[in-house]
């Protein structure tokens, strides 16, 4: 089952729980909070209180993908704002195998995220303790980018390497997924598929939605 997870980075800041409320009522299955610290990507983002906030509102799962210095600082915080996946990235955290350990110990999914530049090869022994994989197929920081083309190799290493080791791991794809390309995402290999402005543009959950899951 291909899931859908919308990327709040696009919504209307002035409307963010209609917002949230429009995609769950048009078939997401997650909410993806981009949180940004303008330290490990060029952007400040929300955090907190805005994830406190969407629980108050909706009932789908959290998943939040932190684009941070030091996460290992902030799990706790996180997950007491109800994130219910906690996504680090490699290259911002020395100490993964940790990191990863802790966030199961709350009980919550944790993930592992990896940049357009970073190679598939270092997840080979992570990915056999997470719960998701977050292949990055736009530099991270901002919405609205041009999809990676040589992402699509990178989701297909994957998927092999999770057949071989973790069957159940959610295979995650963040970043210019639009209706032209969803479609080979999908073939590739990726389960969860995030998507911002392909999702907000136009004041147009509903259609938006519609036709991304054509793709799937
Ligand atoms: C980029 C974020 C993405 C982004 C996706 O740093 O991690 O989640 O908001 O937006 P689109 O789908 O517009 O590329
Ligand atoms: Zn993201």
């Given at each position: ?12 800041f002035t409307?963010?729980g209609?917002d949230?409320?429009a995609?769950e009522?048009?078939g ?8 940004m610290d ?7 983002s929300?955090?907190?209180p ?6 108050r509102?909706s009932?789908?799962a959290m ?12 799990i706790?915080a996180?997950?007491e ?7 680090v990235?490699?290259e911002?955290?020395i100490?993964?195998d940790?990191t ?14 990896i940049?357009?530049?970073?190679p598939?090869?270092?997840l ?18 901002f919405?609205g980018q041009?999809?990676i ?20 791991l ?5 970043g ?9 995402v999908v073939?590739a290999g990726a389960?969860v ?10 004041n147009?959950v509903?259609e938006?939605i ?6 799937f």
């Open positions: 089952m291909i899931k859908l997870s919308p990327s709040i980075l696009s919504a209307d409307k963010l209609e949230v409320l995609i009522q048009y997401a299955d997650m909410v993806h909070v981009d949180v303008g330290r490990f990507v060029p952007n400040i929300f955090g907190f805005v994830i406190k906030a969407l629980k509102v009932g789908l998943d939040v993908h932190l684009m941070i210095e030091e996460p290992s600082k902030y706790d996180f997950s704002a109800g994130a219910d996946i906690i996504t990235h490699y911002s955290d100490h993964l940790r990863i350990k802790y966030i199961k110990s709350l009980g919550k999914k944790a993930g592992v995220a940049n357009p530049s970073t598939v090869s270092v080979e022994y992570v990915l056999r303790n997470v719960d998701m994989i977050l292949i990055m197929s736009v530099n991270p920081g919405g041009s999809f083309d040589y992402s699509l190799e990178k989701i297909q290493e994957v998927k092999k390497m999770a057949d071989k080791y973790n069957p159940n959610l295979i995650e794809v963040d210019g997924i639009d209706p032209s390309n969803i479609e080979d073939k389960n598929i995030v998507a911002g402005s392909a999702v907000f543009k136009n147009n509903e938006n519609k036709q991304l899951k054509e793709g």
